[in-house]
């Protein structure tokens, strides 16, 4: 059965003359003109580009993280060791990097820890620096590594950070900047030795991630104390 399908406006190719009908076939025979090409990849480059800085930046957040992390692991664990072993532990801290050292009572030194990889010097990735706080003041970190084998710098830069044999460790506070940017992240370690991970929101207040001593310890020591 044959019939006639009415033109139904709005539809391309009905309710027109048949001018318009083989301007509009042959428009679309013809394929994209070259202009229309040259947009398309103009706006896939703007996707590529924004989708590789956006994976860049929120790389760069990721990588000053874990450098903060793995301070606040590995001085919790030199802690640990420095109290079973009776030993001194201190952290030299400079601008791009950082060494644990250990303090040899017959040489009356600190000495470089030798044949221990988790506390091996480390340096930090190109763009990230180090701040360090004494007593809520600023210090002057040198910008590279030490030499230690030369004895007039080795004496004239001992570590900031003392880790007592005690279990105690000396209150600091060490941020981590990228490019002069203001830090989102810092490790401190407080007057009752608790060891802190922290990080913040643009000028938000910061908010522990990680502590040694957590809050109900805290508040069982204290009704302990209160007690006696």
């Given amino acids: 059965m044959t019939g006639t399908i009415p033109s139904v406006a709005g539809r391309p190719g009905h309710g027109r003359s048949p001018g318009l009908r083989r301007a509009f076939a042959a ?3 013809a394929g994209f003109t ?6 398309v990849i103009v706006i896939i ?13 929120l790389g760069r957040d990721s990588q000053a993280e874990d450098e903060l992390r793995r301070v606040w692991a590995v001085l919790a664990q030199a802690r640990e060791e420095s109290e079973l072993q009776g030993l001194d532990t ?20 600190w ?19 180090f ?5 809520s003041r600023p210090i002057v970190l040198k910008p590279s590594a030490v030499n ?5 710098e080795d004496k004239k830069w001992p570590p900031q950070v003392m880790v007592l044999s005690s279990g105690e460790i000396q209150p600091f506070e060490l941020q981590i900047e990228r490019d002069g940017d ?19 929101t643009g000028t938000e207040p910061w908010e522990v991630v990680a502590q040694t001593r957590p809050p109900e310890e805290k508040d069982d020591r204290k009704a302990r104390n209160e007690k006696r």
Avoid at 45 to 57: F, H, Q
């Fill in 182 to 200: 203001p830090a989102i992240w810092r490790v401190t370690a407080l007057a009752d030795n608790d060891l802190r991970l922290e990080r913040r």
């Fill in 45 to 57: 480059g703007v996707i590529v580009a924004s989708a590789t800085l956006s994976i860049g930046l």
């Fill in 131 to 135: 701040r360090v706080w004494l007593d």
């Fill in 27 to 29: 428009r679309h025979a």
């Fill in 148 to 152: 230690r084998e030369d004895k007039d």
């Fill in 90 to 109: 201190g952290l030299y801290i400079s601008a791009q990097g950082y060494e644990f050292l250990r303090f040899d009572p017959r040489e009356n030194r």
């Fill in 111 to 129: 000495m470089p820890i030798e044949g221990d990889e988790l506390l091996a010097p480390r340096e930090l990735p190109d763009g990230l620096l």
């Fill in 34 to 39: 070259l202009m229309e090409i040259l947009v």
